[in-house]
Nanobody, 122 residues
């Protein structure tokens, strides 16, 4: 199994950028695809982005396409979410999760981090 740990959240103004990091320890990093999900207060968790084990395939929610970029460094066992042009509606707790295959469906992810808060002020 693998244990994701997120970092990089914070409070920023609208239009700013943040890069979230996900360190994954435990099992062989390249055995897993990774996804980023987010949950805003009073809302259900939603898919943000996912990346395949090799990094060649990426997937995005329509709401972040063109603004967010998911990437991974298999040499460092790290996954990143570069978030540009942040909007107040991006405010949420962001979670990194690992799965055997990249998916938009949260239930298919076996391992989850504790989350990192991103707050975007207007």
């Amino acid at each position: 199994q693998v244990q994701p740990v997120e970092s990089g959240g914070g409070l920023v103004q609208a239009g700013a950028s943040l890069r979230l990091s996900c360190a994954a320890s435990g099992d062989t990093f390249t055995h897993y695809a990774f996804g980023w999900f987010r949950q805003a207060p009073g809302k259900e968790r939603e898919f943000v982005a996912a990346i395949s084990w090799g990094g060649s395939d990426t997937y995005y929610a329509d709401s972040v396409k063109g603004r967010f970029t998911i990437s991974r460094d298999n040499g460092e066992d790290m996954v990143y979410l570069q978030m540009n042009n942040l909007k107040p509606e991006d405010t949420a707790v962001y979670f990194c999760a690992a799965s055997v295959a990249a998916s938009r469906i949260g239930k298919l992810y076996d391992y989850w981090g504790q989350g990192t808060q991103v707050t975007v002020s207007s």
